[in-house]
């Protein structure tokens, strides 16, 4: 992606609304300021700057809307998070919780020279895997994948199942946190919510959109 001309803070606030308004299309400014822990006054100078820049639609008393450039850009923001994420997580073998506090760090100074070179090599070492498949909590909002094995401590791998972590069962991610924790899935038609660090112990296989719906 180009060199961003956001300060990582705006990054943030744009990321975190696509995050919480992926489903619906749009977002309140108490949502964004509670998610991230803002005022909304703060929230609410956030927005014009990224309104003034054509990102996003906001009007008074009504929801946050991405426009088709902001979504296109905080997707690509939450893809390099992603990217970095498994780098540390899979490659490095950094802590889930961990990797996701340092990603948010990176993404905002990495060039777009590094990151690629990062993004073909973490391509690289994931085909040479060969099984296809990733980590519960690697999942991007809306993406489902079926569950095909659990590797946990015997006793948070009983409550797992107990949950419904099944084998072949299908799991979807409905929502993250903008400050990553915790994760919400939907599986079983019940909403239920992991940690990152307790997501990263299920291994899926990721469920192209037409085979959900075929």
Not at 115 to 142: C, K, N
Not at 171 to 178: D, F, G, Q
């Amino acid at each position: 992606m180009p060199e961003s001309k956001l300060s990582s803070s705006l990054e943030d606030y744009l990321e975190a609304i696509f995050l919480l308004s992926w489903k619906d299309g749009e977002v309140r400014v108490a949502e964004i300021a509670e998610a991230l822990g803002f005022s909304r006054p703060s929230v609410s100078e956030a927005l014009t700057h990224l309104e003034a820049k054509g990102l996003i639609e906001h009007e008074k008393y009504r929801g946050v809307r991405l426009t088709l450039e902001g979504r296109d850009f905080a997707q690509q923001v939450y893809e390099r998070h992603r990217t970095l994420f498994i780098f540390l997580t899979r490659m490095l073998g950094v802590p889930s919780a961990q990797a996701a506090l340092e990603a948010c760090r990176i993404e905002h100074t990495i060039s777009s020279d590094t990151y690629d070179r990062l993004r073909r090599f973490v391509g690289e070492q994931l085909a040479q895997t060969g099984d296809g498949l990733s980590r519960l909590s690697e999942l991007s909002p809306g993406e489902s994948a079926e569950i095909v094995r659990i590797q946990a401590p015997g006793w948070f791998r009983h409550r797992l199942l107990e949950m419904g972590f099944i084998a072949g069962e299908v799991v979807t991610l409905e929502k993250i946190a903008p400050l990553r924790d915790p994760i919400e899935f939907v599986l079983k038609g019940y909403h239920v919510s992991l940690r990152r660090e307790e997501a990263a112990h299920v291994f899926v296989h990721p469920i192209e959109k037409d085979e959900t719906e075929s």
